[in-house]
T-cell receptor, first 115, second 113 residues
Framework: KAGVTQTPRYLIKTRGQQVTLSCSPISGHRSVSWYQQTPGQGLQFLFEYFSETQRNKGNFPGRFSGRQFSNSRSEMNVSTLELGDSALYLC??????????????FGQGTRLTVV | GENVEQHPSTLSVQEGDSAVIKCTYSDSASNYFPWYKQELGKGPQLIIDIRSNVGEKKDQRIAVTLNKTAKHFSLHITETQPEDSAVYFCAASRDNYGQNFVFGPGTRLSVLP
């Protein structure tokens, strides 16, 4: 079974630009969550999508958004990039059956550098 | 909201010794607690998890214990090997909040040969 695939692996953008990151979950998984990882703040939850609907959102500004497609693939978008958005962005895929939290499988992440 | 603390931040052990990492959480409604291992340049990998209706779970050299009353849970690794060297994260979540994991700050484990 293929794991979680995130593209691209590395990205360099300029302040003020916008960026779109992509995540393909494990086949059959309907829940996709996004996390930001930085040395100072650690792993922080951005949002979760389940069956194309955003279920939960973390404490990030509206510049961070996402969506999920009917095949469960997800994208996240960051507009008006700031230097502080430089981070490893991780996608996690979960089966999330029966309304209970289940194991989440992470991709390798997209390393975003804002210059 | 939920807050997860994790100790120690760094841990060095000799190969073959045991390692213990401890986490505390603040939300008594949290009921799912996974542990992740992250190696350099990779995403976190689930190594073991526990739900709040269970006090202990073991998988070969790895075990997790949960004390709901005290709101803390611990990761135990026995017979450590150099390949166990990595950063370990604990996390807490509650079912009705979805897959919204609150992570601890991490423990860098070094296993010395």
């Amino acid at each position: 079974k293929a794991g979680v695939t995130q593209t691209p692996r590395y990205l360099i953008k300029t302040r003020g630009q916008q960026v779109t990151l992509s995540c393909s979950p494990i086949s059959g998984h309907r829940s996709v969550s996004w996390y930001q990882q930085t040395p100072g703040q650690g792993l922080q939850f951005l949002f979760e999508y389940f069956s194309e609907t955003q279920r939960n959102k973390g404490n990030f500004p509206g510049r961070f958004s996402g969506r999920q497609f009917s095949n469960s693939r997800s994208e996240m978008n960051v507009s008006t990039l700031e230097l502080g958005d430089s981070a490893l962005y991780l996608c996690a895929s979960s089966p999330r059956a029966g309304g209970k939290n289940t194991e989440a499988f992470f991709g390798q992440g997209t390393r975003l550098t804002v210059v | 909201g939920e807050n997860v603390e994790q100790h120690p931040s760094t841990l060095s052990v000799q190969e073959g010794d045991s390692a213990v990492i401890k986490c505390t959480y603040s939300d008594s409604a949290s009921n799912y607690f996974p542990w992740y291992k992250q190696e350099l340049g990779k995403g976190p990998q689930l190594i073991i998890d526990i739900r709040s209706n269970v006090g202990e779970k073991k998988d070969q050299r790895i075990a997790v214990t949960l004390n709901k009353t005290a709101k803390h849970f611990s990761l135990h690794i026995t017979e450590t090997q150099p390949e166990d060297s990595a950063v370990y994260f604990c996390a807490a979540s509650r079912d009705n909040y979805g897959q919204n994991f609150v992570f601890g700050p991490g423990t860098r484990l070094s296993v010395l040969p």
